[in-house]
Each structure stands twice: as C-alpha cells, then as structure tokens.
C-alpha cells in the first residue's frame, strides 16, 4: 500500500510540473495601451517599443485589440508603421476581420468587451538585435474610430 501511495503522488507530482510549465508565457512582449474616450483618431497613434535580443528566432507578432460591442464594423484598416533600430521605417496597411458575416463577434467576449490577438507577421526574422519602434495607427473612414478601447502588440517566439 505504500508503494502505491509514493507512485500516486509521484504522478501527480510530475502532472502538477508539466501544468505549470505548460502555463508559463514566453512573450518578448505583451502589451496594450488604452484609448482615451474609446475614440482612437488618425492623429493619435500607439507606438511601442520593442527589444530584440535575438535576431536568429523566428517570431509570430500580433496586433492586440479590444473593442466594445458597440463597434460598427466587421473590420478594421490599421497601418501598421516598424521603425528597425538603424531608422529603417517599413509602413504597410493591413485589414483585420472581426466578425463573422452574420455579425457574430470573432474575439473572444467577456461582457461587452471583445479582445484579438491578430497575426500580422508570421515566422518573421528581424534583421538586426535592438529595439524596435511599432507604431499602429487606425486607417478606417471615421476619425476618430469610435469603441476602440485597446491596442497593443504581442511578440512571441514562433514554435
């Protein structure tokens, strides 16, 4: 009965590792920055700053957004702008789908809330270690863009 018992709790021992370490977030970066009023204009624009330390990976980099249910469209136009650490400045205009075609919410909802984590450059090997300047700037026909509430960028090593 011993014996069963130390096997017992070693099994669970080792579950509760593998848990943990199946937890854990290896971002470079993750962030997200408030819009002021929920009324995201031209003129304001999210910039983040992010560091690379190791320009042999690949990485997955994501457009983080949250937006009200009061949003009025089932897409957004961003122009994403990427400043390289030499000053090289890269600016290319992406569209987003948010909803489905019957007006179904993609993100995921949390009361009036719905957030997106969405892939704009895949397996993507910067050119140099150092920081790097991402800027997001909205790029619909409303100025300012009304229920945006978040913007922010997530940077991950890509498996």
């Not at 397996?123 to 140099?128: G, Q, T």
């Amino acid at each position: 009965m011993n014996r069963s018992i130390a096997v017992l709790r070693l099994m669970i021992s080792l579950f509760v590792v593998a848990a943990l370490q199946g937890c854990t977030d290896n971002a470079v970066i993750d962030v997200n920055h408030e819009i002021s009023n929920r009324r995201w204009s031209y003129i304001k624009k999210v910039s983040i700053p992010v560091k690379i330390e190791d320009n042999s990976k690949a990485y997955n980099v994501y457009m983080n957004l949250r937006h009200t249910a009061d949003y009025r469209y089932s897409n957004i136009f961003v122009l994403i702008h990427q400043r390289s650490p030499d000053g090289k400045k890269v600016t290319e205009r992406k569209e987003f789908q948010l909803a489905y075609p019957d007006g179904e919410w993609l993100g995921s909802g949390s009361g009036n809330l719905y957030t997106y984590q969405l892939l704009f450059k895949e397996r993507y090997r910067f050119p140099s270690p150092g920081t790097y300047i991402f800027e997001f700037e909205q790029n619909m026909r409303d100025n300012p863009l009304r229920e945006v509430r978040d913007v922010g960028i997530r940077v991950e090593p890509a498996e």
